[in-house]
């Protein structure tokens, strides 16, 4: 059974940074590109960082651009996300997400029904 498992959620001051992991098992990173999404109370699931499987590209949605990045280790099948210069705005729960490969750069904001795994999530609040 696959499973998608979040960490490092946590509270931090503005300008923090913390830095999220995501376990997949025994899902292969190499036919699956993975994304970062993240829910805020009262809005939309929103794609925020994604990892294509082959060459493992990345994409960021502009208003991470710069404070976040995501890389993965295929052998560990472990996929991160370093946010840096954390503001209030990116309080929100934070998903990783699986998408099989289709070819190509991953896409950020893909259709939800193209995702195929959920994990269930971790919590980060940005606050002073």
């Known amino acids: 059974q696959v499973q998608l498992v979040e960490s490092g959620g946590g509270s931090v001051q503005p300008g923090g940074s913390l830095r999220l992991s995501c376990a997949a098992s025994?899902?292969?990173?190499?036919?699956?590109?993975i994304g970062w999404f993240r829910q805020a109370p009262g809005k939309e699931r929103e794609g925020v960082a994604c990892?294509?499987?082959?060459?493992?590209?990345?994409n960021y949605d502009d208003s991470v651009k710069g404070r976040f990045t995501i890389s993965k280790d295929i052998g560990k099948k472990m996929v991160y996300l370093q946010m840096t210069s954390l503001e209030p705005d990116d309080t929100a729960r934070y998903y990783c997400?699986?998408?099989?490969?289709?070819?190509?750069?991953?896409?950020?904001?893909?259709?939800?029904?193209?995702?195929?795994?959920w994990g269930q999530g971790t919590q980060v609040t940005v606050s002073s």
């Open positions: 997400a699986a998408v099989p490969e289709r070819g190509g750069d991953c896409v950020v904001r893909p259709p939800m029904h193209d995702v195929e795994y």
């Open positions: 025994p899902l292969s990173l190499e036919y699956y590109a």
């Open positions: 990892v294509s499987s082959n060459h493992g590209s990345v």
